[in-house]
Each structure stands twice: as C-alpha cells, then as structure tokens.
C-alpha cells in the first residue's frame, strides 16, 4: 500500500458552460495526435496536445462530410498557429479558433481546454 | 447615432434579406451612406441572409450557421436595424411608411425592395397535400429532410431544371429512391440543347436516378391520410412516391409592389429602370429576383442581382451606375456533374456556326457558338468544363486558337493548351463580383499578393459560385513567375527542401526523429513548430523505409513515429466516408486456401461487416469500427493473416494469373512467383503505393504491364516491366530487362524499388516519376542494371535490411496493450462506440447510414452512464 500523494496525474479538462469536465489523463494524450471525447449532451469534441504541451480543443464533426474524425487528423504549425487537417478531405482546421484555413465561410466550435 | 430618427436623418428601408439584400447592405456600407442614413431591414425568414445557392450543400455536412452570409458585427458596426421574422406587410407610396407584420410602421425616403422570388407550383390536385414541398429555404429543407427520414423512401422532384436536379440530388443523399419529372422532353432546357441534355441524362441516370423527360404532372395522388402516395402523369401511368418536391421554376415575389400601385410585368417582376429605381416611383427601388430589369428580364441568378445592389446603392450616392443587363454564363456542379453554359449558348444569332465535340458513352458533350468571323459567342459544356473560365472569359472575341481544339478531348489530337495568359486584360474572370484579369494582375504586383487566398481576399474573385478559382489560380502562379518571384520547390511550408534531399539528410545523418529533423533542416520560421500534414507523413514514410539501415524502430506506431502517420496507418486500416473502417488481410498472390476464405467469411458475419473482393484479387471487409479493429485481428493473426498494407503508401498486392500449373499456355510458374515478391516487399514504405503482377505467358492475364513492377513470363525466364500505372491517367509500363532469372529479377527488383524510393517526390507514383526523372527510363536503366551510379550495392543491402526486419504490424499490435489503448472512440468512454457510424441494409450486407452524416446526431439519449474519470458535478 502506498500513501504517496499524486502529484503527476494531470487530467486533461474542458471549459463546458462554466464548469470544468475531466476528461482523460493528460498523460493519454500523445504530441501531435488527437483523441475524442464524448460530452454529456452527446457533442464530440477532438483533444489535441502540441509539442510544446499545449492543450486544444474543438468540435470531432468534420463539417465537410459531416464524420467525427477530426481528432483522427495530422496536426501542424501554419503561420505561428496550431491545426488539425481532417483526416477524410484534408480541409485544415485552427485549433484555437474552430476557423476553416481552406474555406472561410465554415467554422467548428473550439473549447477551452486545460490540465490540472 | 444612426439610430437617431430625427427628421434630419433621411431613412432608407430595405424590404427583404437575401443574398441580394445583404450585399445592398455591403455595397451602401461601402459607400458610407450607412453612417448619413437610418437603414432599417425588414426580413421576413426566421433568420438573416444565407448563402441560398449553396443550400444543397446542407446536405454535405454544412449547417444553417455555416451558410450565414451575415456578419452581426457589420451590422451592429453600421448601425443597421435589422428586423428579423417580421415581413413587410403593406406599403403606402402617398404617405412613405411601411407597415411590418408586427405592427412596426416605418417612414422611408428611400425604399428597396428585395423579396426574391416564391417557388412556382403547379395548380395540379392535391398540390398542396401532406409530403409536399418546395426547395427554397432553409426551413424547406429541414421539412424535407424530416420527412424523408421519417416518412418516406421514394421522393419525386417536379421539373429537371438547375434546382430540381439539386433537389433531387439532396433527395438522392437523404437516402430515398428519386425520381425526377421533366415536362420538356430533355433535363435543364434553359441551360442546355439537345445533345447536352441526352449526355446529362445518361450520367444522372448512371447514378441511379429515375428520369421522366416529356411527361407533365396532372394529378398529387393522396391516401387516406391525406397524405402523398403517388402522382399522376401525363401519358397516363402513375408514378409511386412517398413526397413530391416542386421544383417548377420561381416566380418573382412582386405582390407587394402590385397592391401599393407600381408597375409590374406582364410576367411579373417590377418593373426598374436602368438605375434599378422602379419606373413608377422614384421613392422606390426593386433589386434582385423579384426586379424586371430595364432590358425587360428578370434575372434568376444571383450575379446580376448583386451588380443591381451595386447599382441601386450607388445611384442613392448620386453617383453614376447602371445596369443594362447581364450575362447568364452559369457552371454547376450538380449530382457530381460539371454543367457550364456561357454567352449565346444556344446560338441565336444569325449566321452563326457550331463546333460540337460528343462522347455519349463517358456524358461528355461540349458545344461552342462561333460567328461568322471566328468570334466566340457562347457555348455549353457537359461532363468536362474545366475550360469554362477560359472561354468564357474570350467570349465576344476571337480566341487565338482553331475553335475545335479548344472542346476536344485531352489526348485526342493535339489539344489546345489556351492557358489563361493567352487572355486581354480586360476579360472578366470572375463574373460573380466582376473581375478582370487585369484587376488579378494587379492584386499581385501593386497589392503584393502572393497566393490565392490573398487574391481572393484582395478582389472578392473566386468568393461566389467559385467557377474562376481554377483559372484564378494559374493567373496568380503566371503572374508571379513574371515578376520573378521564384516558385518555391521546397516540400512544403516547413522544408525547404525536396523530398529526395530530406531523404539523403535522414540517410547520411541517420536521423530517426522527425522533430530533430525540422528543428535543425526545417524552414527557419518553422522550427520549434508542429510541422504540418504534408511533411510529417513524408518524413515518417522516409524513416520507415530506412528504419533497419538508420537504427529507427521499424514498427510504424512506435513513440514519435505514431504521430506522423496519416489516419489510415494510424489505425492499420482504411478509413470510410461516415467515419468506419475497411480491413484488407494480405492474401499474397492472390491465392487462398478454403480454410482460410472460411475464416474471413466467419468473421466478416459475426462481425457484420459488408465484403467485396477488391480490384487487388484479395478481400475487403468495410465498416469496422475503430474498436472492434483490434478483436478482429486478433482472430486474423490467430488464423495467419497478416496485414495487407490496404492503407499504406507501401506494397499493396501482387496480382497473379494461375500460370503454367493449371493454364496450358503457361510457361512459368507465376503464382509463385507474385506469392515470393509480395512476401518479399510486403510493408516496404514508398513514396506512393506500389503495385505488382505476374503473368505466366504473354497473353497477360494478370495485366502486368499496368503496374508500378510487372513480371511477364517468357520461355527463358521472366521479362520485368517498369513504370505501369492504371488509375486516373494510364500508363503502359516500360520493358526494363529481359529473360532473367528468378535471382536476376529480384536483383533488379530491388534495386529499381529501392532507387525510386530514394529519388522519387511525395505521392509520386513510378509512371510519373519515370517520366520526370532527367534521362527517363534509360537512366534509370544505367544506374539499375550497369550500376553507372555505382550504388547498387547499397541500394541491395538497404533492401536486405528491409527484408530481414519486417514484422506484421498487425501482430505487432494486438500484443501491445497501450497501443491497443488508442482504438477507441472515445477517450473518457471506451466501450462507447461512435454513434455516427452506423448501417442500413442493401443487398443482404451493410452500408453506411449517409443520411445520419448529415445530422450529426440523432436525439440525445442519457450518456451519464457511459462517461467514465468525469468529475462532472
Ligand atoms: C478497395 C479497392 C476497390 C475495390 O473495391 O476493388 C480500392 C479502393 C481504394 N482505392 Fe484504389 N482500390 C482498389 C484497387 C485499385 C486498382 C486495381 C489494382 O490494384 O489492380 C487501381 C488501378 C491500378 C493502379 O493503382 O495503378 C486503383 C487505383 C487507385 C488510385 C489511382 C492511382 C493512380 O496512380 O492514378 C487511387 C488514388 C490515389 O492513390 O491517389 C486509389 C485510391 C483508393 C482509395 C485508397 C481511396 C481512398 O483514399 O479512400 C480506396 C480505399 C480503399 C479502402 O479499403 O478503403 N486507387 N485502385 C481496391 C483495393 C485493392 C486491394 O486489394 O488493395
Ligand atoms: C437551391 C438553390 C440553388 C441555387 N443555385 C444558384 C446558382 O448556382 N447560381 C446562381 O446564380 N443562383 C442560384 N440560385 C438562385 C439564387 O439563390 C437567387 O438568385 C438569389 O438568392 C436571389 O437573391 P434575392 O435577394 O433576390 O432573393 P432571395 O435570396 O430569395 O431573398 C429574398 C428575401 O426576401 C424575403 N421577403 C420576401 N417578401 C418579403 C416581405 N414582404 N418582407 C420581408 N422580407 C420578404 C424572403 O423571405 C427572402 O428571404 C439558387 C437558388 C436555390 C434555391
Ligand atoms: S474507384 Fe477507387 S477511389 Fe474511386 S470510389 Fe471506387 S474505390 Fe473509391
Ligand atoms: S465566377 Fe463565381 S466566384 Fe468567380
């Protein structure tokens, strides 16, 4: 039996109309590679950590062919900012703001996301 | 302060937000009228302007916010009252006021009407009965598609025009049987004449849907509910349908002009002048569909109804503006089908001529209109219009080459390459916002734009229908090498390197961390990034090929690796459309044992999966979902299958045909032959997929000369083709070496698949880069066969590596309890599977439930109790 207290389990967790949802262990989390995450009201949303640790959030709905996939995508770096590009047409999406790069009339919803 | 409504504050009221409306908006903005004017919109639809001729694609995932064309903070930013669900009701000219539905009365000195156009329907019986619709708003379209997915499985669309194909085109993809009724005798009769119509027909009946041209609708049939059944049709049979969509053309929506005294059409639509100000009351303007404009037409598209929002606010300014009329060029992409017509298409004017190019059997047809001098006048194109933005833009003069080679086919003759250069600068690219070539050109040299986006932004061309962005795009690219601007051969934006000097860099340096690799030989500004989704593949396809060689894990899903593979290799599958995916256990050479094909039916039903033998001689089992991929395998590996690199820029299959054992024309043993090379480069990563056959005399039966490597049996041994290719564009492979021996041809094998690796671009297959690389196939011979390189020791002992280390990637997995962890859905709720993918029947198997891809989500149920480590209060 040990008492030591847990100090590296970071849990990975999503603003949701003001409250904080736990998600995942930070530590499920892979640089560069999404995962989804189920929300209470059935929404998707697709989790993504970059090299540098920082922790994204938007809508798993590709809006272009209306799959959950987004969290399946390559992630990159374009102009300074984070993105995801969907993984069945390829339509490359800003992690922080939910903004299509490819098309600018299209948008999916973005989430704040945290660890602690 | 603009929403002062003092006297001294003129007003300006605006009936109608649609497309036209909101860029009447734009357009008195832009003009600063917003800032001296009181502008109050009346909108009569539940919400504000929306993309309307993009309202099919709803259908393809878009939802009504996506569609939006209003931004809320230009209107708060201009002051402007919008009333949204709150139609005008009556107008009364004396005293200037409008009356709105809620009551609401406004005074106006300026008043712009912009109500559209209402859905024509037929005063056919029943027309108005349960299951009947019409396709205009958004609201529509949401009845219909809750009809449909509640009520019905057969739809009928009345008419064949633009918009009754598109509606029957969302019917089609709401999952119904679809019927469309056209009572001219050809689809689209605006747009198109007879031979266009008859190639339409063909590739729209190719698709599976029903076409009845030359009948006409007498008669909605009802059931006891009242609601529809069927229809009656003109030559007296009776057509089956749950609902019935009227698609019968629009009528403009003018009632509120006609009941405030202003003169209408005899047809309808208000009548304007030249300056859009209605010939009746110079108080009042009419714009957009439900305007007849003064060359007596009333337009139905939305291009000229924005150059009349254009016009009516600048004439408001007092500035100088008309419009005279406009061009009705349109290029649809309906069903899938490119459909362009443009200018005089159907030849109107006298003493023209016709130059026609038709290939009923693919739905090709292309038709210009040539005057007497050589002009272009118009023309229409069906199947193919890739070359719409071109001609259209050289419409009015006489392009400078023969008119036949501008519609021919690519390969047949010698096609006309009229590039975009060809054009003055004075021809209109763009014909949505009205841009000129010389107005592109000048957005890159003066405005210093250097990419499409940027263009786009800079001049509003390619942002309406998008037809232009083509031809936009080799306009930018041409007008950039002109000013020298050297064109990038970088990978892409974070390497400035090719992919065969990435692949030197890894070699030389054994680097086996793409990270290092970006943050030491990346573009500056891209180091310490993400990289990006073209780079990180092509860096993880380059070190999976050189794993045993640079000491980098050969397997695929190992540490930083895992993250740079695309979806598919991600999974080890191939991912659907609806977010399934396919399984493709290796069946080398094409050959299985009863046994064995036992064992993938069994799976593939206690699984429920749809099978369809491939193109590739072996198996697919389609719609898996992420977490059943691991206890599927596990029974394949249990049985001795193995990965079949389906998903993977790597060997797919080596085809065989049953050679000399069985066939009496055989002179090699082929079978075994396409068994040894498929188990010999099974999992070799390349730059793009690679295939193989093997043929056991020259009659071919395993089509080896349409392959990446393809070996043809001879009396003496095996002749080996290179460079094969089928696909999009072709290619008969290239004889490479003669009568060798089964150690000769793996030799060579080895060395040719190993220097395409190393030389070749990202996603090149051999038939393009054969045809690339300097030198061509003689060269590749000297390095491959006379060693003139003096590498193929090395290029031998790098696929000897390859050899001795492969492991299935399959096995690999399922024996790896954190990789497992990944094939999950969902994160926090493991044993939930997507609720997104889900099946219907056909035909005894499974298919994907397209319709529920549309809607995202059906009615939630409790999901509390599913959700795991949530800490939800
Ligand atoms: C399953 C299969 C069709 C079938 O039901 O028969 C198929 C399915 C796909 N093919 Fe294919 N091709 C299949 C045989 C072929 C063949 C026939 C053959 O191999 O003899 C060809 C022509 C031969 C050739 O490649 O030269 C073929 C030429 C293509 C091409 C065009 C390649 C080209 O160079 O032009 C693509 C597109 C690409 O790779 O960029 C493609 C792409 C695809 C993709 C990967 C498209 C995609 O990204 O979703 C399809 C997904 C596979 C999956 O399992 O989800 N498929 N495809 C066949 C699988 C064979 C196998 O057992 O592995
Ligand atoms: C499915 C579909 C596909 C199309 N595809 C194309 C295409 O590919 N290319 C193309 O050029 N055109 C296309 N069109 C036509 C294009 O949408 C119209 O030309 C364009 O919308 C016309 O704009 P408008 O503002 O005049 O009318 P609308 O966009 O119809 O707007 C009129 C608005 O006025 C409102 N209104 C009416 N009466 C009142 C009242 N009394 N008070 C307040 N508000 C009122 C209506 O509710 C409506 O919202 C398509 C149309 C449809 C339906
Ligand atoms: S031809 Fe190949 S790529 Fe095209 S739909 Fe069929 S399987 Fe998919
Ligand atoms: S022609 Fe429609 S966007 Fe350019």
Redesign the pocket.
């Known amino acids: 039996m040990t008492l030591a207290v847990e100090t590296t389990d970071l849990k990975v967790q999503l603003h949701l109309d003001g409250e904080w949802f736990a998600v995942c262990d930070l530590s499920t989390l892979l640089p560069g590679r999404g995962v989804a995450a189920l929300l209470p009201d059935g929404r998707q949303v697709a989790l993504f950590r970059d090299r540098n640790g920082r922790l994204y959030g938007i809508d798993n709905r590709d809006p272009f062919t209306g799959a959950a996939v987004l969290a399946r995508g390559l992630t990159g770096t374009h102009q300074g900012r984070p993105f995801v590009a969907s993984p069945l047409l390829k339509q490359r999406f800003d992690l922080e703001s939910g903004r299509c790069l490819d098309d600018e009339s299209v948008r999916v919803a973005a989430y704040e996301v945290k660890a602690s | 302060m603009s929403t002062a409504t003092t006297e001294t504050t003129p007003t300006i009221v605006l009936v109608g937000h649609g497309m036209v409306g909101q860029r009447f908006l734009e357009a008195l903005a832009e003009r600063g009228l917003t800032a001296t004017h009181r502008v109050v919109v009346l909108c009569e639809e539940p919400r504000p302007a929306y993309d309307r001729v993009q309202l099919t694609s709803y259908f393809s995932g878009r939802t009504p916010e996506d569609l939006s064309m209003t931004d809320m903070a230009f209107i708060e930013r201009h002051g402007i009252e919008l009333h949204v669900g709150d139609p005008a009701t009556g107008i009364d000219r004396e005293a200037r006021k409008v009356t709105a539905r809620s009551g609401l009365v406004l005074d106006y000195d300026v008043l712009v009407l912009a109500t559209g156009s209402y859905p024509f329907v037929p005063p056919v019986p029943n027309k108005d009965a349960t299951g009947c619709f019409v396709y205009r708003t958004i609201e529509d379209l949401l009845a219909i598609e809750e009809y449909a997915k509640t009520r019905a499985t057969t739809g009928a669309v009345v008419g064949g025009g633009l918009l009754g194909l598109e509606a029957a085109g969302a019917l089609k993809g709401l999952g119904l049987n679809a019927h469309i009724v056209e009572f001219a005798p050809r689809l689209m009769p605006v747009q198109v004449d007879e031979g266009g119509g008859a190639a339409l027909l063909r590739t729209i009946e190719d698709m599976g849907l029903a076409v009845h041209t030359g009948v006409g609708t007498q008669e909605i049939v009802v059931g006891e509910d009242g609601a529809v059944t069927g229809m009656k049709l003109s030559d007296g049979s009776e057509l089956a349908t749950d609902m019935v969509v009227f698609s019968a053309g629009v009528r403009p929506r003018d009632q509120l002009a006609r009941d405030c005294g202003l003169t209408v059409g005899e047809r309808g639509g208000i009548s304007v002048d030249e300056q859009c100000r209605t010939v009746t009351d110079p108080h009042v303007f009419a714009i957009g569909e439900c305007a007849l404009a003064a060359d007596g037409r009333v337009y139905g598209l939305v291009a000229p109804g924005y150059e009349q929002a254009e016009t009516a606010a600048a004439t408001i300014a007092s500035d100088e503006a008309a419009f005279t009329g406009a061009d009705l060029s349109t290029k649809l992409k309906l069903l899938g089908v490119d459909v362009a017509s443009f200018g005089d298409a159907h030849g109107t004017a006298e003493d023209c001529l016709d130059v026609v190019y038709s290939d009923s059997r693919s739905g090709l047809y292309k038709k210009l209109v040539i005057g007497r001098d050589g002009t272009l006048l118009g023309g229409i194109l069906v199947g193919d219009a890739e070359a719409y933005g071109t001609l259209r833009a050289f419409t009015g003069s006489v392009p400078p080459v023969a008119p036949e080679a501008l519609v021919l086919p690519a390969g047949a003759g010698a096609p006309a390459q009229l590039g975009p250069s060809a054009l003055p600068d004075d021809a209109v690219i763009c014909s949505c916002h009205n841009v000129t070539k010389g107005t592109i050109r000048g957005a890159v040299t003066e405005h210093r734009c250097t990419t499409v986006p940027e263009v786009k932004k800079c001049t509003k061309a390619g942002t309406g229908c998008g037809s232009c962005v083509k031809v936009l795009g080799q306009l930018v690219d041409a007008e950039l090498e002109a000013s020298g601007i050297e064109v990038d051969k970088g990978l892409c934006g974070c390497f400035a390197q090719t992919r065969e000097e990435l692949y030197e860099i890894v070699l030389a340096l054994r680097i086996t961390s793409y990270q290092e690799l970006l943050d030491r030989h990346g573009r500056e500004a891209a180091r310490g990034g993400d990289g990006c989704e073209i780079c990180k593949p092509t860096v993880g396809s380059i070190i999976a090929s050189l794993a045993p060689t640079i000491g980098a894990a050969g397997y695929v899903l190992e540490g930083e690796q895992a993250a740079l593979q695309d979806t ?1 290799d991600h999974f080890l599958a ?3 459309k609806n977010g399934s995916y ?1 399984v ?1 256990p290796r069946i080398p050479g094409g050959e299985i044992a009863p046994e064995k094909l036992i064992v993938i039916g069994e799976i593939a039903r206690d699984f429920g999966l749809y099978t ?7 198996i ?1 089992m ?1 719609g898996a979902r992420v977490e059943q991929l691991p206890s599927i395998w596990a029974r394949l590996v249990d049985a001795g299958f193995e990965s ?1 690199h ?2 993977g820029k790597s060997l ?2 080596v ?1 065989s045909c049953v050679g000399q054992t069985w066939c009496r024309y055989g002179v090699q043993d082929s079978v075994r032959m396409a068994i040894d090379l498929e188990l010999r480069y099974r999992g070799l990563r390349s730059p ?2 690679l ?1 193989s ?1 093997v043929s056991g005399c020259a009659r071919e039966c395993a ?1 080896a000369q ?3 490597f393809g070996v043809i049996a001879t009396a003496n041994g095996w002749n080996l083709y290179v460079g ?7 290619r008969h492979a290239d004889l490479l070496a003669q009568d060798l021996s089964d150690a000769e041809l793996i030799r060579l094998i080895d060395r040719f698949l190993m220097f395409y690796i190393r030389t070749a671009d990202r ?1 090149e ?1 051999t ?1 393009t880069w054969l045809e690339r690389i300097p030198g061509g196939l003689d060269h590749v011979r000297d390095v491959v066969v006379h060693d003139s390189l003096g590498i193929c020791d090395e290029l031998e002992s790098l696929m000897a590596a390859h050899v001795a280390h492969y492991r299935d990637e399959w096995a690999e997995t399922i024996n790896d309890p954190e990789k497992l962890a990944r094939f999950v859905s969902f994160v926090n709720a493991p044993d939930t599977p997507d609720p997104v993918v889900a099946f219907v029947p056909e035909r005894d198997q499974i298919k994907p439930d397209l319709p529920l891809l549309s809607i995202g989500l059906r009615p939630a149920e409790p999901l509390e109790d599913v959700l795991e480590g949530s800490t939800q209060r």
Do not use: C, W
């Not at chain 2, 369809?612 to 072996?618: P, Y």
């Not at chain 2, 094969?724 to 072709?730: M, S, V």
């Open positions: 598919n191939n991912l659907q396919s493709v369809k033998i491939t193109g590739g001689q072996r697919d389609f079949g389906a998903y797919r299959t085809k793009h997929k295939k056959a089509e349409s392959k990446d094969g290719n089928g696909g999009a564009t072709p996603l297959r038939s």
